[in-house]
């Protein structure tokens, strides 16, 4: 079955950056777009961006333009999610989504999850 | 840009049906999907392109939208339904989400 392996919980110190992995199985990743959303403490789901790992094209949401960068291994099914220049605003639970295909529909299904904490 | 907007907070009695509402400027003319969202847990998508159920989904969640409104609706709501619900669109290229909405099951 289509299944979404994220990396394990990460403290960072503010300044610093962070890298999640959300590896893939059970289907081929090249055929279907991947997103990453967060959710902070309280709040709403946030959606970061969105990659095609066919040939690692991009979108990001404005909020995250310059300091977020996602890219993808086709060699082993996994895309990652590098942030930086993280801020105590940036602690959330961090997703990735498969998209619908290679059409923006919805998202299904999502990683687990990764939990990074910023704090000095 | 877009915004998507959800009553924070619904409430509904056991057995009884429970309507969601997400709301955006000709909001008919996009597909809307619903996740629900359950503490500790990743979302789950119950509702896809306004009123599609996924495999494994429960019949009891169905979805409609036209003019500024789309919902989602929980007939004979159970204490498992308790959760937070999102509804979500495309629009410009990017991902939106309403602001979620709590349901309660009292």
């Known amino acids: 079955q289509v299944q979404l392996v994220q990396s394990g919980a990460e403290v960072k110190r503010p300044g610093a950056s962070v890298r999640a992995a959300c590896r893939a199985s059970?289907?081929?990743?090249?055929?279907?777009?991947m997103n990453w959303v967060r959710q902070a403490p309280g709040q709403g789901l946030e959606w970061m961006g969105i990659i095609d790992p066919t040939d690692g094209s991009t979108r990001y949401a404005q909020k995250f333009q310059g300091r977020l960068t996602m890219t993808s291994d086709t060699s082993t099914s996994t895309i990652y999610m590098e942030l930086s220049s993280l801020t105590s605003e940036d602690t959330a639970v961090y997703y990735c989504?498969?998209?619908?295909?290679?059409?923006?529909?919805?998202?299904?299904?999502w990683g687990q999850g990764t939990l990074v904490t910023v704090s000095s | 840009s877009y915004e998507l907007t959800q009553p924070p907070s619904v409430s509904v009695s056991p057995a009884q049906t429970a309507s969601i509402t997400c709301s955006g400027d000709k909001l008919g003319t996009k597909y809307t999907s619903w996740y629900q969202l359950k503490p500790g847990q990743s979302p789950v998508l119950v509702i896809y392109q306004d009123t599609t159920r996924p495999s494994g989904i429960p019949e009891h969640f169905s979805g409609s939208n036209s003019g500024d409104t789309a919902t989602l609706t929980i007939s004979g709501t159970q204490a498992v339904d308790e959760g937070d619900y999102y509804c979500q669109v495309w629009d410009s290229g990017t991902v939106v989400f309403g602001g979620g909405t709590k349901l309660t099951v009292l």
């Open positions: 059970g289907y081929t990743i090249t055929t279907y777009y």
């Open positions: 989504a498969r998209g619908d295909g290679k059409n923006f529909g919805w998202l299904d299904p």
